[in-house]
């Protein structure tokens, strides 16, 4: 007896004395396989790139944020060091960054 089952499906079990019982008489062995389609629309195959492109605007505005921190601390940096130096030179030109009132 051969067993056709639809690729990637595992045949169902067949008890052991149903199978025997059919051997013995010659009876041919029925196996209804019902198949049947998720009544509602399955909500993970929406969600998920959702969830990927929600999760990449945020990181891209929490890394955007983070630059704008970083460069508002590094001007601030940059302002005191340049006020605390007074006028800065090299090499013979003098410039003065900030007036002292």
């Known amino acids: 007896m051969s067993q ?5 499906q595992i045949a169902p079990h067949i008890p052991a004395d149903i199978y ?13 396989v019902s198949n049947t389609a998720p009544a509602s629309f399955p909500w993970q195959r929406l969600l998920i790139p959702f969830a990927i492109a929600g999760a990449a605007a945020l990181g891209t505005w929490g890394v955007v944020a983070a630059l704008c921190w970083l460069m508002d601390v590094a001007a601030h940096t ?11 030179g090299a090499g013979g030109i003098t410039l003065k960054l900030f007036s002292k009132k």
């Open 4 to 8: 056709h089952t639809p690729p990637g």
């Open 20 to 32: 025997q019982h059919a051997q013995a008489t010659g009876q041919p062995v029925v196996i209804v």
């Open 78 to 88: 940059a302002t005191v060091i340049a006020g605390a130096a007074g006028p800065v």
